[in-house]
């Protein structure tokens, strides 16, 4: 008999698309997945046919409470130092209370929960209810790990910091950073208090991992198991999903036609959340592809969409699967996101990495380690050397590279790896016993 199974996540498209992937692998295998999550995804999750359960906030819900619109939201969420103390303080916790009581609904006769990085609430709901829970981390940026220090920044100082000290100084950022930020949590602690359950780690490091297991929904490829990680912790490679809202796995037809009009353009992307507020990102992207006399590909938002100019060359779409994009491509430009990351790796395409902020700096550097890639700031994010950065990516050892990665990232199956686990616990005597 199926087990209901609760999939808790909150963010951008890129914290939903693994949590789809897992569920659509339990669902394959008879269980009943439900992903508890805000109020936007449920079309594409509904389009899967899969169930939903809200969790506030939505955008609509933040929007409401601070007065804010989307764009200025995704600006000070994503603004370096600052965003993460925003998300947590002025999103995540003042809506904590609202979500623990959907998410109390959510796991009513649930058999186990697993939890995203930001879904303080599931945490809180399974440990009330003492449901056995597994937690995920997306990227190795998420362990903190002292043994492979996350790249925290990409300011010049900092750079030339790490480069002095050879990395323990992103090691020793990160352990300032724990301290900082206990107190961005406090209500997190209070509520624990109040629900009668002990006093736990901070959240928002070692304290969002479960006594039960972590699934680190990513390729080994990308990063390797650590002697600090959290116990019981699995590597199960990316779990890749890219379908819009449940349409066929195809590429829109003027987008095809262009693709076949002529040689492999550039792709430029910034997921989903930053192209609410781009900045000068794409206006560079055309001026690049012009200088280069190269044809581009850019994925843009509803704005961009409407106000960049067309040209010659030149496709313009606020969407398309990058399952199916990026192996038509000769080079992809992107964020940094380890959705985005993870599938031009899986494309076998050289990458040119514009990092923003949480894990993009660590992201990039990783594909730069692997010889897949460069990466540029955001800051210097210029023409000139773009134009620099793109003409080296582009003479062919990249690719090469990218393929033999492309390779390896083939033999692994990370939603099927994930039920795996998940199923391993289930059935586990020590789950049993202490049911």
């Given at each position: 008999m199926g087990r209901r199974i609760v999939l808790a996540t909150a963010g951008t498209a890129?914290?939903?698309?693994?949590?789809?992937a897992i569920a659509l692998e339990l669902r394959a295998r008879g269980h009943q997945p439900i992903i508890a999550t805000q109020h936007e995804f449920q079309p594409a999750?509904?389009?899967?046919?899969?169930?939903?359960?809200?969790?506030?906030?939505?955008?609509?819900?933040?929007?409401?409470?601070?007065?804010?619109?989307?764009p200025e939201i995704v600006q000070r969420a994503t603004h370096g130092s600052s965003g993460l103390e925003f998300a947590v303080r002025r999103i995540a916790m003042p809506f904590l209370r609202r979500a623990f009581d959907d998410m109390?609904?959510?796991t009513a006769g649930a058999d186990l929960v697993?939890?995203?990085?930001?879904?303080?609430?599931?945490?809180?709901?399974?440990?009330?209810?003492?449901?056995?829970?597994?937690s995920t981390a997306?990227?190795?940026?998420?362990?903190?790990?002292?043994?492979?220090?996350?790249?925290?920044?990409?300011?010049?100082?900092?750079?030339?910091?790490?480069?002095?000290?050879?990395?323990?100084?992103?090691?020793?950022?990160?352990?300032?950073?724990?301290?900082?930020?206990?107190?961005?949590?406090?209500?997190?602690?209070?509520?624990?208090?109040?629900?009668?359950?002990?006093?736990?780690?901070?959240?928002?490091?070692?304290?969002?991992?479960?006594?039960?297991?972590t699934l680190a929904l990513y390729s080994p490829v990308f990063g390797s198991m650590q002697p600090d990680f959290p116990p019981d912790c699995a590597m199960t490679g990316f779990c890749f999903y890219d379908?819009?809202?449940?349409?066929a796995e195809r590429l829109p037809d003027d987008l095809a036609a262009f693709l076949e009009a002529g040689p492999p353009p550039l792709v430029f992307t910034l997921?989903?959340?930053?192209?609410?507020?781009?900045?000068?990102?794409?206006?560079?992207?055309?001026?690049?592809?012009?200088?280069?006399?190269?044809?581009?590909?850019?994925?843009?938002?509803?704005?961009?969409?409407?106000?960049?100019?067309?040209?010659?060359?030149?496709?313009?779409?606020?969407?398309?699967?990058?399952?199916?994009?990026?192996?038509?491509?000769?080079?992809?430009?992107?964020?940094?996101g380890v959705g985005t990351t993870a599938q031009a790796l899986r494309a076998g395409k050289p990458q040119l990495v514009v990092p923003f902020f949480a894990d993009q700096p660590d992201n990039a550097a990783r594909v730069v380690r692997l010889g897949a890639g460069r990466s540029l700031s955001d800051r210097a994010w210029r023409p000139a050397a773009a134009e620099r950065e793109l003409t080296s990516l582009l003479d062919g050892s990249y690719t090469a590279r990218a393929e033999e990665l492309s390779r390896r990232l083939s033999r692994e199956h990370g939603a099927a790896a994930a039920a795996d686990r998940i199923e391993a616990l289930l059935s586990s005597p020590?789950?049993?016993?202490?049911?």
């Open positions: 890129g914290d939903l698309n693994p949590f789809i999750i509904a389009a899967e046919g899969l169930a939903f359960h809200l969790v506030r906030p939505g955008v609509d819900d933040v929007r409401r409470e601070l007065g804010l619109d989307a109390m609904e959510a697993v939890t995203h990085t930001s879904a303080f609430a599931a945490r809180l709901a399974a440990e009330k209810r003492g449901a056995p829970w597994l997306l990227a190795p940026f998420t362990f903190m790990s002292a043994y492979d220090p996350p790249i925290l920044s990409t300011l010049p100082p900092l750079k030339a910091l790490r480069q002095m000290t050879g990395a323990r100084s992103d090691a020793a950022l990160a352990r300032v950073l724990r301290l900082a930020t206990a107190s961005w949590t406090g209500k997190f602690q209070q509520m624990r208090t109040r629900l009668g359950l002990p006093r736990s780690a901070n959240p928002l490091f070692e304290g969002q991992f479960s006594p039960f297991g379908r819009r809202r449940g349409a997921g989903s959340a930053l192209t609410l507020e781009p900045g000068r990102f794409y206006e560079v992207a055309l001026t690049v592809a012009r200088r280069m006399g190269r044809r581009a590909v850019l994925l843009v938002g509803p704005d961009a969409a409407r106000r960049l100019p067309r040209g010659e060359g030149v496709l313009i779409t606020e969407y398309a699967p990058h399952s199916l994009l990026f192996p038509r491509a000769c080079a992809v430009v992107h964020h940094g020590e789950l049993r016993l202490t049911a």
